[in-house]
Every structure is written in structure tokens, then in C-alpha cells.
């Protein structure tokens, strides 16, 4: 198994941030088939296979929103107002998703994106571990 860490900045406001790209270059150097695991080890950010770009992340943001609303309600309550439903948020968007890769391209839908979901406007700084495991 290949792994890699990447990092990357989520910002002060809550994203999905595309890392469709570094996904790509990754599993282009495998040069095979296998699979691209996709994990970010944090407790407050999730991976999504998502079509971005045409709204659907900004509906994907509000729907947590209404789901997980920033208020005073969680108990996890250190950070800033609402903290505690970044903690919850995993349980709905887990913190993995694994894609297959056939020739070194990922074999994802017409409009598929890899991205990161993070409501934590707390921790800016994420990492993220690629694994290609052949087939």
C-alpha cells in the first residue's frame, strides 16, 4: 500500500473544499488499478463524493446547518457557538470515503468532486491521508 499525507487550509467559515485534484495526481501515480482510500483524521471533518460548483455545496452546508444548527443546544460546548455539532457531523458525513481507480484514473461519476466537509471554523488546518491499495 502507497499512503500519503497532504495538507491543506478549510478557512475561518464553514466549507467543502475540493481536493478532486490532489486525489487525481495521487492515483495517476499509481499507474494501476486498486483503490484511493481518502481519510482525514480529525474529529470535526468529513469526506463527501459530491457534485460541486453548480450549488450543491452551498445546499450541502445549509442542509447541515438545519440538521446540526450553531447554537447553544450541544454539550461538547468549548470553541466557538454551535462547536459541538462539528464533533456530531461525522456520525452523517464520515471522515473516509474510498474510490475506485482503474488505469490511475479515479473512476468517479460525470459530475463527482472528492471534497472535504468542515464545519469547524475553529481548526483551519487539515490533513488529509491518501491510500492507493493495488489490485
Same mark, same amino acid.
Given at each position: 500500500m502507497r499512503s500519503q499525507? !497532504?495538507?491543506?487550509?478549510t478557512g475561518s467559515r464553514e466549507t467543502v473544499h475540493d481536493i478532486t485534484a490532489e486525489c487525481d495526481a495521487f492515483a495517476a501515480a499509481s499507474g &494501476? @488499478? &486498486?483503490?484511493l482510500h481518502v481519510f482525514v483524521p480529525?474529529?470535526?471533518a468529513g469526506v463527501a463524493l459530491i457534485e460541486i460548483g453548480s450549488g450543491s455545496d452551498e445546499d450541502l452546508l445549509s442542509a447541515l446547518g438545519d440538521l446540526l444548527p450553531a447554537d447553544e443546544r450541544w454539550r461538547h460546548a468549548h470553541g466557538s457557538r454551535g462547536h459541538g455539532?462539528?464533533?456530531?457531523m461525522p456520525a452523517? !458525513? $464520515? $471522515?473516509?470515503?474510498?474510490v475506485p481507480v482503474l488505469g490511475g484514473r479515479l473512476a468517479l &461519476?460525470?459530475?463527482?468532486s472528492v471534497v472535504i466537509v468542515d464545519l469547524n471554523? @475553529?481548526?483551519?488546518?487539515r490533513q488529509v491521508r491518501l491510500s492507493f491499495l493495488s489490485g
Open positions: 499525507l !497532504i495538507s491543506l487550509t &494501476g @488499478d &486498486g483503490l480529525h474529529a470535526t455539532r462539528s464533533h456530531v452523517f !458525513i $464520515p $471522515p473516509y470515503a474510498t &461519476g460525470m459530475w463527482q471554523v @475553529d481548526n483551519r488546518e
